[in-house]
């Protein structure tokens, strides 16, 4: 799954972003800005879709959710300075729900917020041919669609803050209505088994909210939603986040690692 939560810390992943190691592609250099990036314009989405309220600064963009909801924080500089982080402070202390930060820079110690961290390799895939996948994908254009595709992934996830579920609440309508935001199903035998989301943003797309109910992993759904939703992306370079269990499918799909992202939650 791209962009889920573990219990234990990833190993270290070799570091592919140095100029000097040898088979180094130029694209490489942009992935962990571009991860940043892409994670915003995801979660700033998200947050006007929600109604929350989204803050956009130099070093983060935080979007103040409600108690189940919470507060994300993305970090999009590696040096924030000390306002920045006093602010960030301020707003992850009245959160009246589950704070989580992702800081793809591995370089802001939020330690003092009573957090737990773990790491996860951001992967890149270059552009080229896509596979076609072995079962329907259909991009969501209608509310039982997105229905199906937020039930999936507040399952596939084990997003407890959402439940009981409460239809629209992760993944509003309106979200399919923010520019350059598709949600994707992975459909089998007339059955919605698989989901995820993708983002554009200035010349890059990324993965996130992969997922399959546990009745349906081995029935190769995260693949079959992967290849549908990277088809309208093949002429761009495409990042993620991967999780522990995820990593091998990317790769096969050409996905290489390149750095680890920090993340931090409160939950």
């Known amino acids: 799954m791209a962009n889920t939560r573990q219990t234990t810390p990833d190993a270290r992943v070799e570091d592919r972003s140095r100029p000097d190691h040898p088979d180094h592609p130029a694209a490489f250099d942009d992935a962990v800005i571009r991860q940043a990036r892409n994670s915003a314009a995801l979660w700033a989405a998200t947050g006007n879709s929600r109604g929350h309220e ?44 589950p ?34 996948p072995a079962m329907e994908v259909i991009r969501v254009q209608r509310a039982h669609e997105l229905q199906s595709a937020e039930q999936i992934v507040i399952e596939g996830f084990e997003l407890t803050r959402f439940t009981p579920y409460r239809p629209g609440e992760m993944f509003p309508m309106t979200l399919t209505e923010q520019p350059d935001v598709d949600v994707f199903l992975a459909v089998l035998d007339g059955e919605a088994i698989g989901a995820g989301v993708t983002v554009v943003h200035d010349g890059f797309g990324s993965h996130y909210w992969v997922a399959a109910p546990s009745a349906h992993r081995s029935r190769g759904a995260g693949r079959a939603v992967m290849l549908g939703s990277l088809a309208p992306m093949a002429n761009l370079p495409v990042t993620l986040t991967a999780s522990r269990l995820g990593r091998p499918l990317y790769e096969s799909l050409g996905f290489t690692a390149v750095t680890d992202s920090t993340w931090w939650s409160s939950q």
């Open 54 to 97: 989204v803050i956009r600064r130099r070093g983060f963009l935080a979007v103040l959710g409600d108690e189940r909801a919470g507060t994300r924080i993305l970090l999009q500089e590696p040096d924030l300075d000390a306002h920045e982080l006093a602010e960030l402070t301020e707003l992850a202390g009245r959160s009246t729900g």
């Open 99 to 132: 704070v989580d930060a992702e800081d793809p820079f591995s370089s802001t110690d939020l330690s003092h917020l009573g957090m737990r961290n773990w790491q996860m390799p951001i992967m890149m895939r270059l552009p080229g041919p896509v596979a076609a």
